[in-house]
């Protein structure tokens, strides 16, 4: 917080602040950049853990989601593409497939989208199943738990 107080004091060019914290404790320094300098401070912070009287005071505030949410945020697309999938018997859903396809239709790292479905085979929201490809050969592939989906406010039948 010292930093900025002496940033502001000696560069008076500087009108807009970004700071990223969701600390309460720096309210009085929002405050003083806003009320006694006249300058734009914009708060960063985690949704749900960034502190209501340091949103108060702030000109702007823009909440990021924490990783966990943003893994969640997947299980939904995972689970549209599993509906897709389960009425076209020609695609072959596998663990790597499914991530490529998710993370190609939804435009985002194929890293959060296998985290979020590890996540979900382990919680039995999904499972692994062999399926016949050839004569006598089969695969595995995934599965959708609708009953365990329908709990979890994931899908409607």
């Not at 320094?29 to 009287?53: D, E, F």
Request: with cysteine; aromatic share 8%.
């Amino acid at each position: 917080m010292d930093h900025i107080y002496q940033v502001s004091a000696e560069d008076h060019e500087v009108g807009t602040y970004i700071i990223f914290t969701g600390d309460g404790h720096f309210q009085s320094v929002v405050k003083y950049l806003i009320q006694k300098l006249g300058k734009k401070v914009i708060i960063y912070g985690v949704t749900n853990a960034t502190s209501n009287r340091l949103k108060d005071v702030a000109t702007e505030v823009c909440e990021i989601p924490a990783p966990e949410e943003v893994i969640h945020s997947r299980y939904q697309m995972i689970v549209d593409n599993l509906a897709y999938v389960f009425d076209h018997e020609n695609i072959i859903p596998s663990f790597k497939s499914t991530v490529a396809a998710v993370a190609r239709r939804n435009e985002m790292p194929e890293d959060e989208v296998a985290i979020a479905l590890q996540e979900m085979l382990e919680k039995g929201l999904l499972y692994r199943k062999e399926r016949r490809v050839e004569f006598n050969r089969t695969v595995k592939v995934l599965a959708a738990n609708w009953d365990a989906l329908i709990d979890a406010g994931l899908w409607q039948p």
